[in-house]
């Protein structure tokens, strides 16, 4: 089973993807775009990997629905 991710962390990872920086599926590149604006690193880290999760489902058509529809709710 997954962790769940708080409010705060998909409503800053939504309001990122919004914005003009290009995420993409690494966790590592996305850690890396974010760097030092985020209050602590365990929260940086959480966002990075929210963002890549958020990014490898919308890519990958393989996926099951149930992710797709929870990933919209997050998006909308």
Known sequence: ???IKS???KRAA???LDGEHTFNSEFNHNKKLLGSTMPSK???N???G???RIIRV???PKVKVKKEVQIE???A
């Open 14 to 16: 939504k309001q990122l």
């Open 73 to 75: 709710e997050v998006l």
């Open 7 to 9: 409010t705060m962390i």
């Open 50 to 52: 929210y963002l890549a």
């Open 58 to 60: 919308k890519d990958n």
């Open 46 to 48: 959480k966002i990075a």
């Open 1 to 3: 089973m997954g962790r």
């Open 42 to 44: 365990s929260v940086r």
